[in-house]
């Protein structure tokens, strides 16, 4: 049986009597989920061309999804993130959103977002919004349709674009996210800025993670968001300011755009001393840290029996292993500090 939550706040909301505490003394309160391996799209630093994907038999049911997704709930996860592979592909997810949003009526969660390459935006803004989603994050990391073609491989820029006023007319807060790769969209950054926050869109960046192998060397694509920050100083005012979206994006305001700027810096500046996530794949294994191999199969537990206690102690040992921190490496000839790519373990 799940445990009984607790009682509301001030604000209302519902307190989980329970919270999830790793060894270091953080508190996991947000999980990301990968809800499908498979994509629409097979950008450069994501996939490798031919990608192989899992038999669709070893995915977990939409229903055993949610199942999982409330017993974390019930042990104090306060956000849910949906990703993937790209999240909005997986067939029938919004009943996955539907029955998530439930959580936020009862107050028990506190948001749930999803990361999204924005190709089906345009089919699923409306419900999105209607299910509890207030935020998304697109992921586009040029505005050139030609460089769109290159980075994506298999995506069609104006889909993304069409799909992103969708968004904004349904109703949803948007962040852009961009991955900086060295000679591809380095000059564009600024321009990006700009055309995010004149959207009224917040903007971060990110620098590539060695996650998988892929066709290119990630040495070549790797720009360091130090130089990236030190180029825009040359001609905006950066205030670091203390906004927080339960991530790990750090965040200035640009005082002449008005608006906000993320930098997502797992390589030149780790952020795994506030680290409050873990991740659960589509077959139901847990990665408690982006970046090591670890794992806890969860699926075994989940369908050993009707009730949630052999899935709740799962998810205590599981917690209890929770390392502190990664230790990537970009270097000309390393492989890929896990072998996993980031669309299975959830970016
Ligand atoms: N398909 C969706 C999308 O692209 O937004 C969700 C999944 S994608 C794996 C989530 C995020 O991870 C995207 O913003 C993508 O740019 C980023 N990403 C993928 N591979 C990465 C890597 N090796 N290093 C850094 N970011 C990566
Ligand atoms: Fe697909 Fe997102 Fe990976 Fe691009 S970054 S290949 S859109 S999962």
Known sequence: ???????????GL????KSLIDPFGREVNYLRVSVTDRCDFRCVYCMSEDMTFLPRKELLTLEELERLCAVFIDKGVRRLRLTGGEPLVRRGIMQLVEALGKHIET???EELTITTNGSQLSKYATQLYDYGVRRINVSIDTLDNDKFTKITRWGRMHQVLDGMEAAKAAGLAIKINAVALKGVNEDEIES??????????DFTVIETMPLGEITENRADQYLPLSTVRRRLEERYTLTDIPYKTGGPA????????GGRMGFITPMTHNFCESCNRVRLTCTGTLYMCLGK?????LREPLRASEGNELLSSAIDEAISRKPKGHDFIIERNAKPSVSRHMSTTGG
């Open 192 to 201: 990006m800025m700009v055309w995010a926050h004149e959207q009224g869109f």
């Open 1 to 11: 049986m799940v445990e009984e939550s607790g009682f509301p706040d001030a604000s």
């Open 250 to 257: 750090r965040y200035v305001k640009i005082e002449e755009t």
């Open 293 to 297: 191999d670890d794992a806890a199969d």
């Open 107 to 109: 107050g028990k969660l």
């Open 14 to 17: 519902i307190l989980p009597e």
